[in-house]
């Protein structure tokens, strides 16, 4: 990981000024973030404990229904939590989020307009976004000679026991209603039927459903091909430039990762500190040193180095067909019992 630099440190005591969080006296001393794995740079967490004296409890999750589940269930109390898009759109229908006080994070001003009042929080009042991306193809191209340009290339039989793929029903069955010409949103009792023996073709291909670090079984040789986040394929072609990023031509998912705070957070002054805090630009910086999504932050985006900002993962080039998720309600259960069922035959 990496180490927080020193001048961090010169400019905080400005930074909680502005959030209003003292060191001790305004808040208790920890903060409990319930976060996606792989996402949340230790040095992160140890800089701004470091600066605030706020403990950071971090736990992590690998889907936004694994969240949810158990911030619904009440065991935990959270701080922070880190939703997609769609995930938010559904908190905030069931009014489970705390509005955010804007004069506690001013760096929000680094984020660009682009990622900024969306359909999932169109007044921009309970989320600060962390990281976008995309779910894209990676293929080793030492290994597969001929063009992969979409999901029926990668879902041949010919590449039996040779894919790695996410281990997220949504996600899985987006790819499949993109071959018959449906949007990621278009999920209906007969879309889903539709689907059904298409997925019921691809899933026994499949070597590995790895949500957490799909990169690891690309980099080890186990397997050939796989669709993952966009900033686990930036990872792998930083190590190699073999590893082929490709944003299938059905289209594909566009995703918004985002702070936010629960209705019942027992910290939410230490929360928004954390949130002004991951808003330097420095510091934001450093996620995308090591999780190398693509960076809402513009102002840190002006301190990424050249071949950061080239690699395609991270910033794909051209006008790609990208489409965000939005809230499903129910039928997220019946996506979730299909690909279950389906992977249990297989």
Partial sequence: MKRVPLFVAIVLAAALASTGCTKKAEAPNEINLFAWSEYVPQGVIDGFTAETGIRVNYETYASNEEMLAKLVSGAQKYDLIQPSEYT????????????????????????????????????????????????????????IKEPITGYNDVFQEKHSGRIVVLDDPREIVSWALATVGKGPNDVTPQTLEQVK??????????????????????????????????????????????????????????????????????????????????????????ISADFPYTNPNLEARKLLEEPELDNPASYPPGNPKLTGFSDIGDSAVAIDKLVTDLKAKG
């Fill in 197 to 286: 023996p298409i997925l019921a073709r691809w899933l026994p291909l499949v070597k590995v459903y790895d949500s957490d670090s799909p990169k690891t079984a690309l980099l080890n040789g186990d397997v050939d091909l796989g669709i993952v986040w966009s900033g686990e394929a930036a990872l792998l072609y930083a190590e190699n430039e073999k590893f082929q990023y490709v944003l299938p031509a059905e289209g594909a998912h566009q995703f918004l990762d985002s702070l936010a705070i629960p209705i019942d957070a027992p910290n939410p002054i230490g929360a928004m500190a954390f949130m002004n805090y991951i808003l330097r630009p420095e510091v934001s910086r450093l």
């Fill in 88 to 143: 938010i759109e559904a908190l905030i229908k069931e009014q489970r989020l705390q509005l955010v006080d804007w004069a506690k994070v001013p760096n929000f001003k680094n984020i660009g307009q682009e990622f900024k009042n969306l359909p999932h929080d169109p007044r921009q009042l309970y989320s600060v976004p962390w990281m976008a991306g995309s779910v894209g193809i990676v293929v080793n191209t030492d290994k």
